[in-house]
């Protein structure tokens, strides 16, 4: 711990040109207007238009470090001191926005929405010292808020991260504490890959072998793994929804489902018994097309899920499917034949209607990866693009959105620099670098006007592949503190915070070595708030 705080020190004192203003992602419009606020003991927490939750969200952020017990009072009247809370609709029309104002008496935080003002709150806690993010009382310590008028509000709508709760099982706990991350960065969609070969993880209570089977693998006190019962995923959800964070669930098919294949092998092509896989590979298994009870099954899971997940859109995955199956399989063959489809990504188009059409009638939109986006689609669809980008401009001509996962950017598995004896995750992109996430545009340069609201925005994935041995990578991480949920961090930690950035800030106000500048003092917060994290190499050590 003391080296990594040396060092937090040291890139503090080579970035002697720290702006006042620190705030990631860099708002809109910053004003500074040499003002200063300070907290004390006596601040009060003023809000209006039933704001009531995100007043006791922020008493709650400031009260552990400053040891301040804030009073909250509903007023009507606007007071002219101590920190007001209110909505006030701006010109600019997203929901996100907000303005915050800072000045020796008060600041006042006025959102377009309450997300808005969540978001004002984000900034605020940046304004101060980065002691605030301790969980622990700071005697003697300022909190004082340099003034400024702030106005502010996203370039895009979708900010998200993935995290792959199949191949490891990360505690809910880790949930919720990721979430808390995401909102201080402003990302605001927690894209759950729930469902993999490796893992179930989400409870359906029509299917309770989805779980108890395919929610673990090995045997004795090699048996790793869990799931998320439905009360579990309901807590996520409402805490995630606190801070503005949509939940997203994927569920995966028609392949990267030997979990459920294993516990219900009538949802593959042979019926054969498999078992649980303990090495990662994309297995062959894939729900079998030619089958009825295939499609009985996807209208139950999706009736659960779709009661669930109050979000609007649904992942259903659609990657790296392998067709040996469905070309061997009879059944696949005479319904390809029924149908006079082509081939089996036809039969793949067919499959991705069917489930369309399940979510349609319950009232939400189907995301997939760049695969699943194909003419011959039924609805609109979100796609989200890993890996072909050239399927983007087809596609939003088509009337799809796009969010942009591209591995060079966003996969945040990769290692992320060459570095001496440091363990390096997944490989196969090659380093996915601090600077590369930050340069990263998701908005396609020569993209017509008029398709551009359709590019959504960007998201960060944390693929877990690589742990599927639960503890293996971990114990040799540079942290060296052995648990594979801090690796995560590590993992996620600087990179979400560029990403944050590339997806909030207007494309021109992004400068690299001003962002550089700008994370220095974010180790230290990660750090406070209990995150791990890799720190860059010191330009002057
Ligand atoms: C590709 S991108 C995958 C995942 C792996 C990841 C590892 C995509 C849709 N599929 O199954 O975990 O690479 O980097």
Not at 27 to 54: A, C, V, W
Not at 140 to 152: E, F, Q, Y
Not at 250 to 271: F, Q, R, S
Request: proline share 4%; with cysteine.
């Amino acid at each position: 711990m003391k080296r990594i705080s040396l060092a937090i020190l040291l890139i503090c004192l080579s970035k002697l040109s720290i702006a006042q203003n620190n705030i990631i992602p860099l708002p809109e419009n910053y004003q500074s207007n040499g003002q200063l606020f300070k907290i004390n003991k006596e601040t009060k927490i003023y809000y209006q238009n039933g704001l009531k939750e995100q007043a006791i969200l922020l008493a709650s952020a400031l009260s552990p470090a400053t040891g301040f017990d804030f009073e909250l009072k509903e007023v009507k009247t606007l007071p002219s001191n101590g920190i007001v809370l209110m909505i006030s609709k701006k010109e600019n029309n997203s929901k996100e926005a907000y303005k915050l104002s800072v000045n020796n008496q008060q600041v006042k935080i006025a959102g377009n929405s309450s997300a808005g003002t969540f978001y004002g709150i984000q900034t605020l806690l940046q304004m101060l010292p980065a002691e605030i993010y301790n969980k622990e009382r700071q005697k003697n310590k300022a909190w004082v808020i340099n003034g400024a008028v702030i106005n502010d509000a996203p370039s895009y709508p979708w900010r998200g991260m993935m995290l792959d709760v199949s191949r490891y099982f990360f505690s809910k706990e880790y949930v919720l504490k990721f979430i808390d991350l995401m909102a201080m960065y402003k990302m605001n969609v927690l894209h759950f890959h729930l469902i993999d070969d490796a893992g179930w993880r989400l409870e359906i209570i029509k299917y309770p072998k989805l779980t108890a089977i395919g929610g673990w693998r090995g045997l004795g006190s090699e048996k790793t793994g869990g799931y998320y019962t439905q009360k579990d995923i309901k807590e996520i959800i409402t805490y995630a929804a606190k801070r503005n964070v949509e939940v997203v669930p994927e569920i995966e098919l028609p392949a990267h489902t030997l979990a459920a294949i294993v516990a219900y092998p009538y949802l593959g092509c042979t019926n054969q018994q498999f078992v649980m896989p303990t090495q990662h590979s994309i297995s062959k298994e894939i729900y079998c097309v030619g089958k009825e009870r295939t499609f009985d099954f996807l209208e139950d899971v999706f009736k659960e899920t779709t009661a669930l997940f109050p979000s609007k859109y649904i992942h259903i995955g659609g990657d790296e499917a392998n067709y040996s199956r469905w070309k061997e399989c009879a059944d696949c063959q005479k319904k390809k034949a029924e149908l006079g489809l082509k081939n089996e990504s036809e039969l793949q188009i067919y499959f991705n209607n069917r489930v369309q059409s399940i979510l349609k009638k319950y009232g939400k939109t189907l995301v997939g990866w760049d695969e699943a986006i194909e003419d011959g689609l039924k609805e609109k669809m979100v796609g989200m693009i890993w890996n072909n980008k050239k399927k983007i401009s087809k596609a939003v001509e088509q009337g799809h959105s796009i969010v942009q996962s591209l591995t060079a950017y966003c996969y945040f598995d990769m290692f992320e620099k060459n570095i001496p004896g440091e363990v390096q995750t997944a490989t196969w992109v090659g380093p996915v670098s601090l600077e590369r996430v930050y340069s990263f545009n998701p908005m396609l340069s020569d993209l017509d006007e008029k398709y551009r609201s359709q590019i959504l925005g960007a998201s960060g994935t944390l693929w877990a592949d690589q742990f599927i041995h639960g503890n293996k990578l971990a114990e040799m991480t540079p942290l060296n503190e052995n648990r594979s949920e801090q690796y995560f961090d590590y993992l996620a930690l600087p990179r979400l915070s560029a990403l944050a950035e590339v997806c909030w800030t207007p494309v021109k106000l992004k400068d690299w070595t001003a962002f550089e500048n700008r994370m220095s003092t974010h180790y230290q917060r990660y750090q406070n708030a209990g995150y791990g994290f890799r720190l860059p190499q010191p330009k002057l050590v």
